[in-house]
């Protein structure tokens, strides 16, 4: 199992899964579950985020509060506007410049958006992941929370890059973001088989 061990959590979100729960805070939060991930065989950098906010959530779409500076971060990187584009759209692009998306966190407790309120979090077994994208290289994180598993990826194998979070939360000013956020992209480049990228079929969030 290519799993998060209980020591890999913050110390809040370790407390939580040894027996927070039990905890009437916790029994007052609902449980919240993520998104399916968005990969394919030909993927060489993988991007995982923690868990989706309440927006996304609602939306059904990863980073959906307008606020968020996710799609224009990565469209900047590919030079394509993502920002402007219909959701499975954006997604099919990711998947044509070989990036793929998914969160560390499966399911969580959680009152707001804020990764310091996850409670009672589950994290997702990548393997099933990691056996289909046989040409991933490269694991990023965005923000630190998320960026708490990269020591699992490398001991794997990968190179792990941990970025700026793209949340309007982290107040680090646009262009220094993206100063960060230019490694995300793939030495290979995007695959250039306009039948390939319309072939992807990405596992959209439900």
């Not at 919240?32 to 030909?42: E, I, K, M, Q, S």
Request: hydrophobic share 40%; proline share 7%.
């Amino acid at each position: 199992m290519f799993a998060a061990k209980p020591d890999a959590l913050p110390d809040r979100c370790r407390q939580a899964a040894r027996g927070g729960e039990h905890d009437p805070r916790h029994r007052a939060m609902s449980k919240a579950r993520g998104f399916p991930p968005v990969v394919d065989a030909h993927i060489a950098t993988l991007i995982l985020g923690s868990f989706p906010s309440i927006a996304s959530l609602g939306k059904a779409q990863y980073y959906a509060h307008p606020q968020n500076h996710f799609w224009r971060l990565v469209g900047a990187v590919i030079e394509a506007p993502l920002a402007d584009m219909q959701y499975e759209d954006r997604l099919r692009t990711l998947l044509a410049h070989r990036i793929g998306l998914w969160d560390v966190i499966g399911t969580c407790a959680r009152d707001g958006s804020l990764d310091s309120s996850i409670r009672s979090p589950r994290h997702n077994d990548f393997a099933p992941v990691t056996a289909v994208a046989r040409k991933l290289r490269r694991v990023c994180f965005n923000g630190k929370t998320a960026g708490r598993l990269a020591p699992l990826f490398a001991a794997q194998g990968y190179e792990t890059i941990v970025l700026p979070s793209s949340s309007a939360a982290y107040t680090l000013a646009f262009a220094e973001k993206l100063a960060h956020w230019r490694r995300i992209q793939p030495a290979a480049g995007p695959l250039r088989s306009r039948k390939v990228a319309n072939r992807a079929q990405p596992a959209l969030a439900r």
